[in-house]
């Protein structure tokens, strides 16, 4: 604060204030559309099917995200090898592929006439057009979220928390629980967050590898497609919803803001 | 109790630790000394297993552990700065410590207070590091760094970061703490004073070799090199030249001084600390072996004496500490004198001894 005086707060809070107008012009707009009969709507089978697709598979992709990107995480964070570069190149190619692309490659590696798919579809195990699919489609573009977030927070871990704990006779594994994920908890679990706002919210790569059973972004898509933008309205507020519920219930557990960290 | 040898550590081509080896005894105090940068922290992680070495064994207890992982160590660590765990309160991080060596949890609550009395620390012991002052967190790691009962205790600069009042109350419950559990101890710091005031024994590192090793007072009387000898204390540096090879006789502004042995090299460097100058002044400069007319340049106060810097007849400039509010000013004159004994003699680097100083025969106006 050496060239900005306390008056000046308002340039930050001016130049937010215009994202932050853009981020909610198109939310009231949309909200504009909606007739008294979306609610009902909303709550139509197909538009029921399609939601519990979606709370079902984006929560099992978030798991699996994180259940395997938090140790990554950890991993990078604190361990340096050859080619960790690349390794990192990697966990960043998911965000900047375009969905529809990522989506495309999955079925190349495990569509119904791959090795891998076919096995898996004798075996009754289809992963394309079915939920595994979805959550194959929803973990691959969404983990990269949790994965850099959280190595994020395990770097500013202090490692020397780290080295007294090991000192003290805990192991790896009992430190991790104990010390450093306790302390990176802000920034995983925004990761968390994030990784399932992406995940619920994902349609490109899902309607690629799995256009059936629909959720609620494909769902939305069909109704888009056969009626116009005004029949997406209650598809698209209930998973707004949802989302935001979520995010809110997250949020309050963890007692963490989640772009914060702490 | 703790044995290194030939501990090497190197990054790439630059090498931190060359060969060091040092040990210490069980229930031992003893410093590693050096100037920031010369390896003395490596040196204390390798010991601890935070560190793989490139060479050398480290051995505790006489077991070697060079390749167990650091929980197999039993080293209680203290770090330069907080390391407590800030999600803990003072009496969790002792007790997390404490954790893995004793499973009742009711003797573990009893040992918990007793550690956190030990430091006056008990009425303390719900609050979390951010409530604590920077005294209050260091007394809580040294005891979190005891818990363990550990085989040896490595701090690393504790006393970093804090006033000077506060220092000198913690280097005595340091001692304190030493004394009372008798816990072999490696101590790293910078600091000659905490050093010769703490240690049984000194290690003296200097770009990752051991340059002096002994007591504080024998490094300090009697210092193996110029680089302990100027580390140890401050000194004034007397350059001589060499005017006979047989004996070998170094002069300076009218004296001689013969040394033994076979200096290499004509140049000779002369310490001298501030404590053997005497001063005409007070009266202390007569009936010393060698007695130079000086002109002030500066008497500064600090307390209970002065420091006050003259300029010999050669333009060496020299401290030395009178008593109290001396009325010396720049350009006063003042005679100082000193004993060839309390010279320490080096040429290119190594000590030589000074035998005695005589009168020069001849003697070349400056």
Redesign the interface.
């Known amino acids: 604060m050496t060239w900005l005086g306390r008056r000046d707060h308002w340039v930050f809070a001016a130049l937010g204030a215009v994202l932050l107008g853009y981020f909610l012009f198109p939310f009231v707009a949309f909200l504009g559309r909606t007739t008294a009969s979306a609610p009902a709507e909303a709550v139509s089978p197909t538009a029921r099917e399609a939601a519990v697709n979606s709370l079902v598979t984006a929560p099992v992709a978030t798991a699996v995200a994180t259940v395997f990107g938090v140790p990554l995480a950890y991993t990078l964070a604190r361990t340096s090898f050859r080619g960790k570069r690349l390794v990192e190149a990697l966990v960043v190619l998911p965000l900047v592929l375009p969905p529809v692309v990522a989506g495309a490659m999955l079925l190349t590696g495990i569509g119904r006439f791959t090795p891998v798919g076919g096995f898996l579809a004798g075996l009754g195990l289809g992963l394309t057009d079915s939920r595994a699919g979805i959550v194959l489609a929803q973990t691959f573009v969404a983990a990269p979220f949790v994965v850099i977030t959280a190595r994020a927070g395990f770097a500013s871990v202090d490692r020397r928390l780290e080295q007294a704990s090991r000192s003290m006779g805990y192991g790896r594994v009992a430190t991790f629980w104990h010390v450093s994920l306790p302390l990176a908890r802000g920034m995983v679990l925004a990761g968390v967050v994030l990784t399932f706002a992406r995940a619920i919210g994902e349609f490109g790569a899902t309607m690629m590898v799995a256009f059936n059973p629909r959720t609620m972004p494909t769902a939305i898509w069909v109704e888009f497609v056969s009626g116009g933008v005004d029949a997406t309205v209650p598809l698209a507020l209930a998973l707004l919803a949802i989302s935001l519920l979520v995010i809110l219930a997250t949020q309050r557990i963890g007692r963490a803001p989640t772009l914060a960290g702490w | 109790m703790l044995s290194v040898t030939g501990l090497t550590k190197r990054y790439g081509d630059e090498t931190v630790l060359a060969a060091l080896s040092l040990s210490v005894d069980g229930g031992e105090f003893v410093t590693l000394l050096g100037p920031s940068g010369c390896g003395k922290t490596t040196t204390l ?1 390798a010991i ?3 560190v793989t070495p490139t060479a050398g064994t480290v051995s505790i207890g006489g077991r070697d552990v060079t390749d167990s ?3 197999a ?1 039993s ?3 203290v ?1 330069q700065q907080d ?1 407590l ?3 803990m309160t003072a009496r969790e991080n002792v007790a ?2 404490l954790a ?2 004793d499973p009742d949890e009711q003797r573990q609550e009893r040992r918990v207070d007793d550690l956190l009395s030990l430091v006056g620390m008990a009425d303390h012991a719900g609050k979390h590091p951010e409530q604590l002052s920077g005294g209050q967190r260091r007394r809580v790691e040294l005891v ?1 760094a005891l ?2 009962d550990p085989d040896v205790l490595l701090l690393d600069e504790p006393l970093t970061g804090l006033d000077r009042a506060l220092r000198e109350d913690l280097r005595a419950e340091i001692a304190r703490v030493h004394d009372r559990t008798g816990v072999t101890t490696l101590y790293v710091t910078h600091d000659q004073t905490e050093a010769l005031s703490l240690s049984d024994r000194l290690v003296i590192l200097d770009d990752g070799r051991v340059v002096g090793e002994g007591t504080p007072r024998s490094l300090y009387e009697r210092p193996p090199n110029r680089f302990v000898a100027s580390f140890l204390g401050p000194s004034a540096e007397l350059t001589a030249t060499l005017v006979s090879d047989d004996p070998p006789i170094a002069a300076w502004c009218g004296h001689e001084f013969v040394l033994e042995g076979s200096p290499p090299g004509d140049q000779i460097t002369l310490l001298l600390r501030p404590d053997d100058v005497g001063n005409s002044f007070e009266g202390t400069a007569t009936a010393r072996d060698v007695r130079v007319e000086a002109t002030v340049q500066d008497a500064s106060h600090r307390g209970p004496h002065s420091s006050v810097t003259v300029e010999a007849p050669d333009g060496t400039h020299l401290s030395l500490a009178v008593e109290g509010f001396p009325d010396l000013h720049r350009g006063d004159d003042l005679a100082v004198g000193f004993d060839a004994a309390d010279l320490f003699a080096f040429a290119g680097g190594e000590r030589c001894a000074v035998s005695r100083s005589r009168e020069a025969e001849y003697y070349d106006e400056p």
């Open positions: 992680l601890a297993g935070h992982p650091p929980e160590r080293c209680g660590l770090f390391a765990f800030p999600h997390y410590a893995p060596h979190r818990a363990t």
